[in-house]
């Protein structure tokens, strides 16, 4: 995927491990992500809402509405 692509993981077994190259250090200054169930992207996710385990942190980012890329070569893009 390229910089600043949005991505997601969605596991349908237990116990499950995800691994994933980066080609940088962490800068925490470009953590950004929208949230998993946004209705604006309509994802058909194929797992029950109430089923899905995820981060406080994660589950506080906005819709794609109100995302702003933390990527210079992406500024302004929504």
Not at 9 to 14: A, G, I, N, R, V
Not at 41 to 60: M, R
Request: charge should be negative.
């Amino acid at each position: 995927m390229p910089r600043g692509f949005a991505h997601g993981f969605c596991t349908l077994e237990p116990d499950v491990e995800v691994a994933y190259k980066v080609d940088e250090i962490y800068a925490p200054q470009c953590d950004a992500g929208l949230v998993w169930n946004d209705p604006e992207l309509a994802i058909g996710w194929p797992i029950a809402a109430d089923a899905v385990v995820i981060s406080e942190k994660d589950a506080a980012l906005p819709g794609f509405a109100g995302f702003r890329s933390p990527f210079s070569q992406l500024a302004g893009a929504a």
